[in-house]
Nanobody
Framework: QVQLVESGGGLVQPGGSLRLSCVAS????????MGWYRQAPGKQRELVAV???????NYADSVKGRFTISRDSAKRTLYLQMNSLKVDDTAVYYC????????WGQGTQVTVSA
């Protein structure tokens, strides 16, 4: 079983930056896709960015050029660098690992407000 623990959320002003981290523990199979999803109040959970075990990445159009997903395999950590944050980026951000299972973290709140 995999456990995913997110951190790094908080309150930031529009135009600011945050970096989210997700530490994975447990058994991770060599073929996987890890990613960040977000859910704003009253909205469905949506994909933000994913990275596969080969290093390929994919981003939602709304965050392209502003967010960067990366990983440190030695630290078993996934990151999301978020720059030029907008009010519309406000949401709970979830870490996800898709392999033989579909595991989720507990989420971290990101609030962008003046």
């Amino acid at each position: 079983q995999v456990q995913l623990v997110e951190s790094g959320g908080g309150l930031v002003q529009p135009g600011g930056s945050l970096r989210l981290s997700c530490v994975a523990s447990g058994t991770i199979f060599p073929v996987y896709v890890m990613g960040w999803y977000r859910q704003a109040p009253g909205k469905q959970r949506e994909l933000v960015a994913v990275i596969n075990s080969g290093g390929g990445t994919n981003y939602a159009d709304s965050v392209k050029g502003r967010f960067t997903i990366s990983r440190d395999s030695a630290k078993r950590t996934l990151y999301l660098q978020m720059n030029s944050l907008k009010v519309d980026d406000t949401a709970v951000y979830y870490c996800n690992l898709k392999s033989v299972r579909d595991d989720w973290g507990q989420g971290t709140q990101v609030t962008v407000s003046a």
